[in-house]
C-alpha cells in the first residue's frame, strides 16, 4: 500500500528520491519536515496479543488487547510492529513520534493506566507467543522482552476512544540506526493498574475496514544527518576486544531450585545465557549439590557456543562447600579469594575489555544481622582499596538500599541500579518498577568511584517467571551494561 506523505515539502522530497537526486538535493532539504502516516496492514503494521498460562504457546494475531491479571492464564499484552525501516530514510532526524490505538471494546473498569514499552528484540507476526519471539526463539523473559517505558495514557472503556502515546525517542533510535541491524519500531502496550476482572481493553486491528480505526505512527522527520550510516551494534565476536562489558548477577539458589522446588541447574543456567551477558556473578553455588561451578561452566559454554572460564570460592576460602563463582567469556587473567567475617568471601577475577584490566567481584553477605553485615562491607571495602581499578563488585547484600549497609557501600562505590534511575536507563518489568530482585531490592551490581572508565549504558531487572509462573531460582537477575572506554 502507498505511504500517505503530508505537505508540499513532503512530495518534493519524494519526486527527489525518485529523480535519483536526494544527495544532489540534500542542502536544500536539509529543515524540510515531511509527515508519515503508518496505517496500513502488513507490511506496514503488525500485531499481536500474547497470553500466559495455557495460550503461552499459542499465537493470536486476531485481536489486540491488554489485560492486568496477576494470574497468566489471563494477562494479556498488544504488541505492535511499525515498518520504520523502508518508509522512512536511514538518518533522517525525527522530531515527532505520535501512536494512536482506538478501543474497540473494554470491561466494566472505567479507566485504565497503559504503558506503551519498547520491545528490544524482533518477532514475527503469526509465530509470536507469551514464550517464543519466533516459532524457534525464545524471548529472553517470557511476555516479551520490554525495553524502556516510553509514555502512559489513560484508557476509558468507551468504544471508539483514541488513545495516544508519545513515542518519539524510540523512533528517532529506529530510524537512526541505533537499536541494531533493524530500523523497525516495536512497542508493548500493558496494562499498568491492579489485577482486576474488569480490567480489559480491546483495541481495532490493523486489518481492520475503517482506516480511521486502525492503530497508527504519524512521524514528522526532516533532512538527514551528517551521520546516516551508524557504526554495526556490537556482535558477540567483536565485544571481546571492543567496548561494551555486560555483568549479569543472579543468586542461584543452591544451584538452580526453582520456584517450584526443583533443582534444575540446566534451567538455570539455559536463561542466564540467553540475556548474553559477557561476565556473570552466582550467589549460592555448591560443589556437594549436583550442578556446581564446573557444570555451570559447561553450560554457558554449551548455550552461548562460547568458552566459559570461571573461578569459584567457598565461604571457608576453599575450592569446595557453598560460596560464589564468577564466570567469563573472556580468558581470566587474575583470580583472588578473600574470606570476610562470619563464614563470607568475596571472589574476584580480572579480564581485559578494550584494553582496560577490569576486575570484576561476587560476594554474598549475611542475612539476619546487619552488624555482621557491616562488618564485612568494612572488610570488603578495605580489599577493594588494595585492588587496582576498574573494580566492579556483584552480590545477594541482604539489605534493602533505605539500610545503613548500602549507604556505606555508597560511599566508595556507585549503585548501578540507582544511577541507571537516576540517568533514565534502569528498566524492569510492569509490576516491578522498583527493581526487585527478590521480595524488595537487596541484589547489586556496584561499581567504583575510581572506575573512570566504566560509563554505565543500562541497567536491567529480568522477569524470569515461564508460562506456569515459575522462576529458576527464588531471585531475580539482573544484568549492568558498561561501555568501557
Known amino acids: 500500500m502507498p505511504i500517505r506523505v503530508s505537505g508540499r515539502s513532503g512530495r518534493l522530497f519524494l519526486l527527489r528520491a525518485l529523480a535519483g537526486l536526494v544527495f544532489s538535493g540534500a542542502a536544500s532539504i536539509a529543515s524540510a519536515q515531511t509527515t508519515v502516516t503508518l496505517n496500513q496492514s502488513a507490511p506496514q503494521v503488525v500485531s499481536a ?13 486476531s485481536v489486540l488487547a491488554t489485560r492486568a491479571a496477576d494470574n497468566l492464564e489471563y494477562n494479556r499484552r498488544a504488541l505492535l510492529k511499525f515498518d520504520t525501516q523502508n518508509t522512512i530514510p536511514a538518518g533522517s532526524t525525527v522530531t515527532s513520534a505520535l501512536l494512536t490505538v482506538t478501543v474497540k471494546k473494554g470491561s466494566a473498569d472505567a479507566s485504565r493506566n497503559i504503558g506503551v514499552y519498547q520491545v528490544t528484540t524482533s518477532w514475527a507476526e503469526g509465530q509470536v507467543t507469551w514464550n517464543k519471539r519466533k516459532s524457534d526463539t525464545s524471548w529472553n523473559s517470557s511476555g516479551g522482552d520490554l525495553g524502556s517505558k516510553l509514555d502512559t495514557a489513560t484508557v476509558s472503556n468507551g468504544a ?13 533510535e529506529a530510524v537512526a540506526g ?3 541491524s533493524s530500523r523497525y519500531t516495536r512497542v508493548a502496550l500493558v496494562d499498568l493498574d491492579g489485577s482486576t476482572s474488569d480490567s480489559y481493553r480491546e483495541y481495532y486491528l490493523p486489518n481492520d475496514a475503517t482506516a480511521a480505526n486502525r492503530p497508527v505512527l504519524k512521524v514528522t522527520y526532516g533532512g538527514t544527518t551528517s ?14 576486544s571492543g567496548s561494551t562489558l ?10 538452580g531450585i526453582g520456584t517450584d522446588g526443583r ?3 540446566a534451567r538455570f543456567i539455559a536463561k542466564a545465557a540467553s540475556f548474553r551477558p559477557d561476565v556473570v556473578s552466582f550467589n549460592e553455588v555448591e560443589t556437594y549439590n549436583p550442578g556446581g561451578p564446573s557444570e555451570m561452566a559447561a553450560l554457558m559454554t554449551k548455550y552461548t557456543g562460547q568458552t566459559w572460564h570461571y573461578k569459584f570460592g567457598s565461604n571457608s576460602g576453599t575450592s569446595s562447600g557453598q560460596g560464589n563463582v564468577v564466570l567469563s567469556r573472556f580468558p581470566i587473567i587474575a583470580t583472588d579469594v578473600q574470606t570476610l567475617s562470619y563464614g563470607r568471601v568475596i571472589v574476584n577475577i580480572t579480564v581485559s575489555v578494550n584494553g582496560r584490566n577490569v576486575n570484576v567481584a561476587s560476594t554474598h553477605l549475611d542475612q539476619p544481622s546487619s552488624s555482621y553485615r557491616l562488618k564485612q562491607i568494612a572488610e570488603l571495602t578495605a580489599w577493594g582499596k588494595t585492588t587496582a581499578e576498574q573494580r566492579v563488585i556483584c552480590g545477594d547484600f541482604n539489605a534493602q538500599p533505605t539500610l545503613t549497609e548500602s549507604a556505606t557501600m555508597r560511599t566508595n562505590y556507585y549503585d548501578s541500579w540507582g544511577e541507571g534511575q537516576k540517568s533514565g536507563v534502569a528498566t524492569a518489568y510492569p509490576g516491578n518498577t522498583a527493581g526487585n530482585t527478590r521480595n524488595s531490592r537487596i541484589d547489586y551490581v556496584y561499581y567504583s568511584h575510581g572506575a573512570t572508565a566504566l560509563v554505565l549504558k543500562s541497567v536491567q531487572v529480568f522477569d524470569v517467571r ?10 531475580r537477575p539482573m544484568m549492568s551494561t558498561f561501555t568501557v572506554k
Open 160 to 172: 471508539g476512544t483514541k488513545v495516544t502515546f508519545d513515542v518519539t525517542p524510540l523512533v528517532k
Open 49 to 61: 496479543t500474547v497470553r500466559g498460562g495455557s495460550y503461552a504457546n499459542k499465537t493470536d494475531n
Open 227 to 240: 551521520t546516516s550510516t551508524p557504526a554495526p551494534a556490537p556482535t558477540a565476536s567483536s565485544t571481546t
Open 466 to 475: 515461564d508460562s506456569s509462573g515459575v522462576q529458576p531460582s527464588d531471585h
Open 246 to 255: 555486560k555483568v549479569l548477577h543472579w543468586n542461584s539458589h543452591h544451584n
Open 178 to 180: 541505533h537499536l541494531g
Open 263 to 265: 533443582r534444575d541447574t
